[in-house]
């Protein structure tokens, strides 16, 4: 079987896209591999991982430069990996319900525009939640509320600051995002007449 496509979208540090490329090196990612990186920032450290690791890396910012890139490289799906900017029309539309997200909260709370980041451990933390934790979702136009695929929880110390929370969340990203990835790769990518509600239901 041919394996599927994916495209990483990132704009900062790539931690998120580091574990993805071990999880398909790994097999915890097995019928896919990453064939593009795309940045929305040249100087991100996320590029360099790409070119590390032997994946084409490119920074491009207009979302129609990206889709045209995307169909180059015969993409299946599109995965944001600490992507900081809102992706748009052109994107959504042909790439429905082909879209994945990894959150730095347990949405619906601390999501939405300017949700992102350090931003949403600070507003955690004013907000005295006991617990945060990760959200991957499919992208749809509102931003961070499209269906929810899977979560992971950690707790919120005290005394914790918003860098003490990220690095306990990162890390539970490290291992929802790829597991998540491979069981949407193997259940839905692969079965291109099953709908997302029926993969959904079977998690
Ligand atoms: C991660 O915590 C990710 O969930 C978050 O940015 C960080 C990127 O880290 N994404 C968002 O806030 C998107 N709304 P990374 O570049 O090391 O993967």
Known sequence: MNKKKLAVLVSGSGSNLGALIQAVNGGVIKNAGISLVISSRQDAYALIRAEKAGIPALCIRQDEHILEKLGKFEIDAVLLAG????VTAPILEAYKD??????PS??????GKGMYGMRVH???IKAGAPVSGCT????TENVDAGPILGQATVPVLPGDTPDSLAVRVLKEEHI??????GEFVDSFLLNNDQTLSSWKSRL
Do not use: A, Q, S, T
Request: aromatic content about 10%; glycine content about 4%.
């Open 136 to 139: 991957v979702h499919i992208v």
């Open 83 to 86: 992507y900081m900017k809102i």
């Open 122 to 124: 600070e507003e955690v």
């Open 176 to 181: 929802l995002y790829p597991r998540i990835v």
């Open 98 to 103: 082909r879209i994945l997200n990894i959150h």
């Open 106 to 111: 347990l949405l619906p709370e601390f999501g």
